[in-house]
């Protein structure tokens, strides 16, 4: 048996690929992107709402949020995919009809939600004390001085892991197939599955490898830019600490 | 220096108690500041003057006593109001590292006083000069020395027209050669009258600066007075073996 010769039929069939190629760049890339984009929105937001809970000083908000990170965090995706994508879609197909994104978008937000908390609650937690103390000391409240003080610095810390997270949840956006798609509705993953089905080899699946990573990987590269930010302050901030080191006082 | 006293009030603390827990760090603390004055506060660690500033602004709620501000009590009005009122400088300077040095005294007038940006720029520049770090308005605090960051932290405490100020060993933080520039700006602004509890581990400024001294140990005032009196004729055995210690 010629391996290369397999090989090349099962991934790199130029036809198939071709054949599938406008119709991942007009439907699925565009449906993955829906899916990322509002998942990342939705789950940030839910994620810092979660993670102001978990620091609560009143244990009635702190219980609900530790025990909503542990159910989200502790199943696996595409269990609560199932569950929420097809166990709420006779309660809510009143609303959007059959449509499977919203309850998708939910439930990978809910899910993104927990991981992100967690990362928000990190990173707020790792602002020094003596921050909230000055803006109290300036007369800020406890909310203006975690909103304005605290909270700012904290996400800062966490980007890189933040920006992670969305590289998963871009991943993640695929299991959304499970819920059952029309062909308008396909994303990434589905279209190239189905084409690979369609022509017998896995060249289309790998188009839709690359399409992921066209996206995942300047992520992952704005990641260690951040890092780098970071760690070494910015451009400009480093122009000034040149400046200043010639000028203490 | 310029005028930027506008309204020093007096500071009158009587009895405060706090505590952690079981742990009694104020036993009872009198103390009382009239309006343009400058007291220091000294003692050794966890003698409790640090939680003294702290019981002063609200900061920590003191259990038991009365803070008079201005002759009138307010320990039972709003803790934000108070500390608008009592503008507090750090041992660590604690200014926020995500802002510039000017939205840093801006980031306060703005949301507090509620300044347009344009008034808060224009009295943030104003402060800035006169801690003479005009120019360093665009620099990230983290670029900037010990120094000059604890001048920015009085620069923005400024800002906000205290009545009193509260200095938390302002210099100890501070490599050697930055701390005469701070304690000299600090000796400015007692001249320049205004209303200043300072804990201070810097026994020749408070002998030179303070109006009064007060010597702290377990969470009391042992002994108060003028400087020349304290350093020169204790009266407890207590603040004289500290003193033949630090001087």
């Known amino acids: 048996m010629d391996i290369w010769s397999t090989l090349k039929d099962t991934f790199l069939d130029w036809e198939s690929m071709k054949a599938v190629l406008p119709e991942m760049l007009k439907v699925g890339l565009v449906n993955t992107l829906i899916l990322a984009a509002a998942s990342v929105v939705l789950g940030t937001v839910l994620g810092m709402i979660v993670a102001v809970m978990g620091l609560s000083r009143r244990r009635w908000l702190r219980w609900p949020a530790k025990v909503y990170t542990d159910i989200f965090r502790g199943l696996p995706a595409i269990l609560t995919i199932l569950l929420i994508g097809q166990g709420l879609s006779p309660i809510t197909r009143h609303w959007w009809g059959p449509n499977p994104y919203p309850l998708g978008i939910l439930a990978l937000s809910l899910i993104a939600a927990a991981y992100i908390g967690e990362i928000f609650r990190s990173g707020i937690q790792s602002v020094e004390k003596g921050q909230l103390e000055a803006s109290r000391a300036l007369g800020f409240s406890y909310t203006a001085g975690m909103r304005l003080v605290v909270i700012p610095q904290g996400v800062r810390r966490v980007l890189p892991a933040l920006v992670n997270q969305f590289i998963a949840l871009v991943k993640e956006s695929s299991l959304v197939y499970f819920l059952g ?69 | 220096m310029p005028t930027i006293v506008e309204a020093a009030a007096s500071l009158e603390l009587t009895g405060i108690e706090l505590a952690f827990g079981n742990n009694k760090v104020l036993r009872g603390v009198d103390l009382a500041v009239p309006a343009g004055k400058t007291a220091c506060v000294i003692g050794p660690s966890g003698s409790g003057k ?93 670029n900037l020395s010990g120094g000059q960051q604890q001048r920015v932290a009085i620069a923005r405490a400024l800002a906000m027209k205290p009545e009193v100020m509260l200095f938390d060993e302002a210099t100890s933080a501070l490599d050697p050669e930055l701390v005469k520039g701070v304690l000299g700006l600090m000796a400015d602004l007692a001249g320049a009258g205004m209303t200043m509890i300072v804990v201070t581990h810097e026994m020749g400024f408070a002998r030179q600066v303070a109006d009064q001294v007060a010597f702290m140990d377990h969470g009391v005032v042992v002994e108060s007075g003028v400087p020349e009196q304290l350093f020169t004729a204790a009266e407890s055995p207590r603040l004289r073996q500290f003193l033949s210690q630090v001087l």
């Open chain 1, 181 to 249: 798609l029309l062909a308008s509705q396909r994303e990434l993953f589905r279209i190239g599955q189905d084409a690979a089905a369609t022509n017998g080899n896995l060249s289309p699946l790998l188009l839709a490898g690359l399409f992921y990573l066209i996206i995942t990987v300047p992520l992952t590269h704005l990641v260690n830019y951040f890092d780098k930010r970071l760690r070494e302050g910015r451009p400009a901030d480093l122009e000034v600490e040149e400046l200043t080191h010639a000028d203490h006082r």
């Open chain 2, 50 to 142: 640090s939680t003294l500033l702290r019981a002063t602004n609200r900061l920590l709620e003191p259990s038991a006593g009365d803070i008079r501000l201005g002759g009138e009590s307010v320990l039972r009005s709003n803790p934000d109001e108070l500390r608008r009122r009592i503008g507090m400088v750090f041992q660590h300077f604690n200014l926020f590292p995500h802002k510039t040095v000017l939205e840093n005294i801006t980031l306060p007038l703005r949301k507090i006083k509620k300044l347009t940006a344009d008034g808060a720029i224009e009295a943030a520049r104003i402060q800035l000069e006169l801690v003479g770090l005009k120019e360093k308005e665009s620099a990230r605090p983290g």
